[in-house]
């Protein structure tokens, strides 16, 4: 697990594939497994579905909307911040 976060702050992203996640739990217990300290995401700017105790949904903007480059939650005060994303 510590390598795994050394090498995503190390290369700044890791990509894992083949991992049969199929559901919002299974999702949710990986992130945990990760990264145990999840928090919520609150006092952000876009429209977001809470679908689980700790998953979001994407920006919720119609595909013809613009959203500007940024830095995921880069306001907030926390030291570091980690974002799984799923496509």
Do not use: A, W
């Amino acid at each position: 697990n510590d390598s795994l976060v050394d090498d995503f702050y190390y290369k700044g992203g890791t990509l894992f594939r083949g991992l049969n996640i199929n559901s919002i739990e299974k999702f949710e217990n990986l992130c945990i497994n990760f990264k145990n300290n999840i928090v919520d995401y609150k006092d952000g700017n876009s429209p977001r579905t809470k679908i689980s105790s700790s998953v979001y949904t994407s920006t919720e903007y119609p595909s013809e909307m613009f959203i500007s480059q940024h830095n995921e939650l880069s306001y907030s005060n926390l030291e570091t911040s980690i974002s799984f994303n799923v496509k």
